[in-house]
């Protein structure tokens, strides 16, 4: 158990759809994140949140935006998204940087599998 | 963007090998951490380093934060079939613009044949 979940684990959407993913963390942190992992290519930083404030956009397409309710739930809501976007979406959440080293310790969810058809 | 260059791509080695692969950058990173991701899972943090020189071990790995903060290394001793997955380094740059803004490596792929 990773202590942090995600929602779904499979999702298939047409480029017309409007879907969203859900993350929640069950590890007391304050800062949350969302990364595309696409085939041959290294992990990509999407969003960072610290304290349900976004402190990172990391030149991501409007079609992406991230909802941060409560340090504990995350949510990446897609629409018209294209078949170039279909990746594994993972979420993380670490300690925040306030104080100490170990902020960057961040903790990954099994991720959600994205097919834009 | 900032690139952290991460070798071998895979290996193929036989049980109860050693193994050993490592990340470079041209720029200088205060952290340095490994993580090895499984089919259907998301990455899982082996080893986390935040001085340069630090040797820290888990079990059967060690791993060492490069004296110029450029590199690092993760060795694996006695390889067992479940090691296997894709390893990826990860690191953070100095600085107070990125905090939470890790870079990681491309991956290494390893399988261990019994």
């Known amino acids: 158990e990773t202590g942090v979940t995600q929602t779904p684990r499979h999702l298939v959407m047409g480029m017309t759809n409007k879907k969203s993913l859900k993350c929640e963390q069950h590890?007391?942190?304050?800062?949350m994140y969302w990364y595309k992992q696409s085939a041959k290519k290294p992990l990509e930083l999407m969003f960072v949140?610290?304290?349900?404030?976004?402190?990172e956009n990391n030149s991501v397409p409007s079609r992406f935006s991230p909802e941060c309710p409560n340090s504990s739930h995350l949510f990446l809501h897609l629409h018209t998204l294209q078949p170039e976007d279909s990746a594994l979406y993972l979420c993380?959440?670490?300690?925040?940087?306030?104080?100490?080293?170990?902020?960057?310790?961040?903790?990954f969810g099994p991720g959600t599998r994205l097919t834009v058809l | 963007g900032q690139q952290l260059n991460q070798s071998p791509q895979s290996m193929f080695i036989q049980e109860g090998e050693d193994v050993s692969m490592n990340c470079t950058s041209s720029?200088?990173?205060?952290?340095w951490l490994w993580y090895k991701q499984e089919p259907g899972e998301g990455p899982v943090l082996l080893i986390a380093?935040?001085?340069?020189?630090e040797l820290t071990s888990n079990g059967r790995l060690t791993a060492q934060f490069g004296i110029t903060r450029k590199d690092s290394f993760l060795n694996i001793s006695a390889s067992i079939p479940s090691d296997v997955g894709i390893y990826f380094c990860?690191?953070?740059?100095?600085?107070?613009?990125?905090?939470?803004?890790?870079?990681f490596g491309q991956g290494t792929i390893l399988t261990v044949h019994p």
């Open positions: 949140y610290n304290f349900k404030e976004q402190t």
């Open positions: 720029s200088i990173f205060n952290t």
């Open positions: 993380a959440s670490s300690p925040t940087w306030s104080g100490g080293s170990s902020y960057n310790e961040q903790f």
């Open positions: 990860a690191g953070q740059k100095a600085g107070g613009t990125s905090y939470g803004k890790l870079t």
């Open positions: 380093l935040y001085k340069a020189g």
């Open positions: 590890l007391g942190h304050n800062a």
